[in-house]
Nanobody, 120 residues
Framework: QVQLVESGGGLVEAGGSLRLSCAASGRFLSINAMGWYRQAPGKQRELVGT???????NYADSVKGRFTISRDNAKRTVYLQMNSLKPEDTAVYYC??????????????WGQGTQVTVSS
């Protein structure tokens, strides 16, 4: 069974940094694009950014220049480096990956979410 396990969330002061990690485990054949989403209280889940297998990245305007997504294909892990954090970045952060299962089907998988809280 495929699982995405996140780590690295926590409480940080405004202007600080955090690094999130998300590792894929279980049996599968391949990983395509990976990405990060977030959901603040009372709001819809929104895209933070994505990264392709070739490490091409795409970011939401609200995080451009502050957040960086990277991946280690050998470790089957995607990272989110968050700098210059603002209180409005407070949310539950979810990783997402498009994975080819042993069944031969591509599907989107989600992590369990990790809380990021930025104090002012």
């Amino acid at each position: 069974q495929v699982q995405l396990v996140e780590s690295g969330g926590g409480l940080v002061e405004a202007g600080g940094s955090l690094r999130l990690s998300c590792a894929a485990s279980g049996r599968f054949l391949s990983i395509n694009a990976m990405g990060w989403y977030r959901q603040a209280p009372g709001k819809q889940r929104e895209l933070v950014g994505t990264i392709t297998t070739g490490s091409t990245t795409n970011y939401a305007d609200s995080v451009k220049g502050r957040f960086t997504i990277s991946r280690d294909n050998a470790k089957r892990t995607v990272y989110l480096q968050m700098n210059s954090l603002k209180p409005e970045d407070t949310a539950v952060y979810y990783c997402n990956a498009n994975i080819l299962a042993t069944s031969g089907w591509w599907s989107d998988y989600w992590g369990q979410g990790t809380q990021v809280t930025v104090s002012s």
